[in-house]
């Protein structure tokens, strides 16, 4: 089973990232997922279920640990066969770098 992962860490810091969204990308890119999307207001990845399971357990534990208050989190199972990256184009994107405030 593939799935798809989409999150944010706030609060929200529009000038500089904070600690808890740099610590969630971190963990995105040592991560062995197929498809990573980093974002200044959100992140997708995209992988097997325990790829993504596992990301998803340490990002929620890091990001908290380093000062998040909030997660929010959106799970999709994605249909067989579809390698789609979370911008509609192939999948095996890299982590970029987040400029905003959520990671």
Do not use: Y
Not at 3 to 8: A, H, M, N, S
Not at 61 to 81: C, I, K, M, Y
């Amino acid at each position: 089973m593939r799935l798809r992962v989409e999150f944010t860490t706030e609060p929200f810091d529009l000038d500089e990232a904070p600690e808890h969204a740099l610590v969630a990308r971190e963990v995105l890119r040592r991560a062995p997922l197929d498809s990573v999307d980093v974002g200044p207001f959100g992140n997708t990845a995209e992988g097997p279920a325990e790829q993504i399971l596992g990301a998803v357990r340490d990002v929620l534990h890091d990001a908290l640990g380093a000062g998040a208050t909030r997660v929010s989190l959106q799970l999709n199972v994605l249909p067989e066969g579809e390698q789609d990256g979370p911008d509609g184009g192939p999948a095996g994107g890299t982590a970029g770098d987040a400029s905003g405030g959520a990671v």
